[in-house]
C-alpha cells in the first residue's frame, strides 16, 4: 500500500492553469502506475490520466488531451497534473491514485487513493 497526498487545487478562471500535486509514502513507489481521477459533484469518478513506473508512457481521457500533462518523479515521490486552457466543465475533486500489476485498462486496478484536492473553474 502506498498513502497519498494531493495539494495544488483552488479556483481559477477559465482558460487558466493550475498545476496539482501527489505525494506519496512508501519505500515502493516507482514500482507504481500512478494515475488522476476526477468526480464533479452529481457524477460519478472519471478517468484523467495515468504514467507508468518509469514515466516513460502515458495516456489521457480523450477529454482533457492536449490540455493535461501527467509527469512523475521517483526520486521525490511525487506525481504532478499540469492542467492548461481549464474550462468550467473541468471543475471537480481530483484525486491522485496508484496501483500496482499489468491492467488492460489505463482506467483499472487502482486500489490506494489520496483524500481528493478541490479544483474550481470559474467561466
Known amino acids: 500500500q502506498v498513502q497519498l497526498v494531493e495539494s495544488g487545487g483552488g479556483l481559477v478562471q477559465a482558460g487558466g492553469s493550475l498545476r496539482l500535486s501527489c505525494a506519496a509514502s512508501?519505500?515502493?513507489?516507482?514500482?507504481?502506475?500512478m494515475g488522476w481521477f476526477r468526480q464533479a459533484p452529481g457524477k460519478d469518478r472519471e478517468f484523467v490520466a495515468v504514467?507508468?513506473?518509469?514515466?516513460?508512457?502515458?495516456y489521457y481521457a480523450d477529454s482533457v488531451k492536449g490540455r493535461f500533462t501527467i509527469s512523475r518523479d521517483n526520486a521525490k515521490k511525487s506525481v504532478s497534473l499540469q492542467m492548461s486552457s481549464l474550462k468550467p466543465e473541468d471543475t471537480a475533486v481530483y484525486y491522485c491514485?496508484?496501483?500496482?500489476?499489468?491492467?488492460?485498462?489505463?482506467?483499472?486496478?487502482?486500489?490506494?487513493w489520496g483524500q481528493g484536492t478541490q479544483v474550481t473553474v470559474s467561466s
Open positions: 512508501g519505500r515502493t513507489f516507482s514500482s507504481y502506475d
Open positions: 491514485a496508484a496501483r500496482a500489476g499489468i491492467w488492460s485498462k489505463p482506467s483499472l486496478g487502482f486500489g490506494s
Open positions: 504514467i507508468s513506473p518509469s514515466g516513460g508512457n502515458t
